[in-house]
């Protein structure tokens, strides 16, 4: 899969833009609404059956995609910030919500994420989180990022257990 390269150009997400797409288990697209479409610049045949890790930003750390498999493999739902790259190489910014939905019968049935707009000042409190958890990855590697994670969320009252309050609480 070929990487578009990363500009400094930001997209947008509207108020009322609710950015919703679905997987299998592995985390390739089955379905995608057409908002996600509009803002990523890819149509619905580049996107259908491709990894959700296509949207991948290098700014992302590697330990919240570790948090979010970690959770939602267990049934958990996880709310997390998310930087994606657009086909062009332009980003947004959303506040993820994911999680697992299951058949009536109880097995699996897909991953749904719905995004949102994020506010400027939640924006700039994770930008400075993730380029230190980056910086921690790339030095110490994926537990050092954690780290950075967990002494984040304490500063907050908060432990990885409540993550998702912590992330929501900062979304004002
Ligand atoms: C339903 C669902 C939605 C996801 N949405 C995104 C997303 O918007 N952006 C993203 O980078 N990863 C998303 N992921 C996580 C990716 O599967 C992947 O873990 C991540 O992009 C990191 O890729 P890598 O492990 O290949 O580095 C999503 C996963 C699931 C199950």
């Known amino acids: 899969m070929e990487r578009p ?6 997209r947008e997400v509207s108020s009322i833009d609710m950015i919703v797409s679905k997987s299998d288990a592995e985390g390739n697209i089955t379905y995608t609404n057409p908002i996600f479409m509009k803002i990523s ?16 930003h290098p700014d992302m750390p590697k330990a919240i995609f570790k948090y979010l498999w970690d959770n939602i493999s267990e049934g958990k739902e996880v709310h997390a ?5 657009c086909k062009d190489g332009s980003y947004y910014w959303v506040l993820a919500q994911v999680r697992m939905a299951k058949n009536p019968d109880g097995s699996f049935r897909n991953y749904m994420s719905t995004r949102r707009r994020i506010t400027d000042s939640a924006k700039a409190v994770i930008i400075e989180l993730y380029a230190k958890m980056l910086e921690a990855e790339q030095s110490e590697g994926i537990d050092a ?3 950075v994670l967990e002494a984040f969320l304490a ?16 979304n004002q």
């Open 5 to 10: 390269t990363p500009t400094d150009v930001e």
């Open 41 to 56: 610049g890819y149509s619905q045949g580049e996107l259908l059956d491709k990894p959700h890790a296509i949207l991948r």
């Open 81 to 85: 910030y998310v930087k994606n790259l």
């Open 145 to 147: 990022s954690v780290k």
């Open 155 to 170: 500063e907050r009252g908060h432990s990885l257990e409540t993550f998702n309050e912590c992330m929501k609480s900062i």
